[in-house]
């Protein structure tokens, strides 16, 4: 099946603690990309990837980090994270860019203390 | 630069009532428009899109017309269901961008039965 994966699902974490939330596509898209979602604010977008190796800041880069060193997986890291932070993220790929249909993966929501 | 602004929400309607969500777009050049939509608990999936002026995008009963000289892709059903109940969200691409999609706020449909 065509899928989008996330993991975790669900994470509580405290301030300053770094994570990692994983991301992994089995279509064998070009295109990859973060967004977190708020209330009121729709979806932002956090960094994307047009191809191996190649990543580049969205709109709300700041305390996020990304690689892509396979083309199947885009992890998103929070080195050191904050409450500002608290947010459902998704993450999403699509054939060879953003003005493709992207698919969705199922989200992280995610609670910094 | 780009954005979209949707008609806030929530909105409620009875079963078999008219649809209309409205969303108008600020970009330079020619985007491409999509709509998504989110059932409770589930990613994002694309409903529909059109890539140039006078495009209608149609699915699942849903449809809507990009209109260049109004800068508007309002998303209309002529009879919703229980089951249509989701968050609509607009988004666009732009040419010279086509990396980085930009959504609105997206707007919360109810439908009582």
């Known amino acids: 099946e065509a899928q989008v994966t996330q993991n975790p699902r669900y994470l509580i974490t405290v301030t300053g603690k770094k994570l990692t939330v994983t991301c992994s596509q089995n279509?064998?898209?070009?295109?990859m990309s973060w967004y977190r979602q708020d209330p009121g604010l729709g979806l932002r977008q956090i960094y994307y990837?047009?191809?191996?190796?190649?990543?580049d800041k969205g709109d709300v880069p700041e305390g996020y980090k990304v690689s892509r060193k396979e083309k199947r997986n885009f992890p998103l890291i929070l080195e050191s994270p904050s409450p500002n932070q608290t947010s459902l993220y998704f993450c999403?790929?699509?054939?060879?860019?953003?003005?493709?249909?992207?698919?969705f993966g199922p989200g992280t929501r995610l609670t910094v203390l | 630069g780009n954005s979209v602004t949707q008609m806030e929400g929530p909105v409620t309607l009875s079963e078999e009532a008219f649809l209309t969500i409205n969303c108008t777009y600020t970009?330079?050049?020619?985007?491409?428009l999509f709509w998504y939509v989110q059932y409770p608990g589930e990613g994002l999936q694309l409903l529909l899109k059109?890539?140039?002026?006078?495009d209608k995008g149609s699915n699942k009963g849903f449809e809507a017309t990009y209109r260049k000289e109004t800068t508007s892709f309002h998303l209309e059903k002529g009879s919703v269901q229980v089951s249509d109940s989701a968050v609509y969200f607009c988004?666009?691409?732009?040419?010279?961008?086509?990396?980085?999609?930009?959504f609105g706020s997206g707007t919360r449909l109810s439908i009582r039965p």
């Open positions: 990837s047009m191809n191996v190796e190649v990543t």
């Open positions: 279509m064998n898209h070009e295109y």
């Open positions: 988004a666009l691409s732009a040419y010279s961008s086509a990396s980085k999609i930009i």
């Open positions: 999403a790929s699509s054939l060879n860019s953003g003005n493709n249909e992207q698919f």
């Open positions: 970009a330079t050049g020619y985007p491409s």
């Open positions: 059109a890539t140039k002026a006078d």
